[in-house]
Every structure is written in C-alpha cells, then in structure tokens.
C-alpha cells in the first residue's frame, strides 16, 4: 500500500483589515507586510470612490503575477 502524500510546505499567513478594501498581509521571511487593495476597474466594481481609499494592488493582481513568475 503507498504511503499518503503529505505536504512538502505549509505557508504560514495572517490577513488584518485595515479598513474598507484595504488589507494587510503578513507573509513568511517578509519583513513588512504587504498591503492588497483595490484600483480601476476592480475599485469601480465594488462601488468605492476614486479617493475614498489609496489604489493598491489586488489580490487578483498578486495571483496572476505568482502565476506567471
């Protein structure tokens, strides 16, 4: 019988809302935290004035950039 499969890494990440659309994530080895947001299209999309909050990359944004890398 084969043993199970067990994971190699568990990455180890705390989220914390700021405020509205604005996050804080807290990643591994990191010694700052990244701050994910919205902008453009993404930022019209949930209805936030341009303004109301400071444009900041997405998490979709950081997705697509892990995926491509």
């Known amino acids: ?7 190699v890494y568990v990455s180890r990440v705390r989220i914390v809302r700021e405020r509205g659309p604005i996050r804080q994530a807290y990643l591994p080895v990191e010694s700052q935290p ?3 947001g919205t ?6 999309h949930y209805g936030t004035a341009p303004g109301q909050y400071p444009d900041h990359a997405t ?5 697509v950039a892990a995926a491509a890398g």
């Open 59 to 63: 998490t979709l944004d950081y997705v």
């Open 39 to 44: 902008h453009g299209a993404v930022r019209e």
């Open 34 to 36: 990244v701050t994910f």
């Open 1 to 7: 019988m084969e043993e199970p499969l067990r994971p």
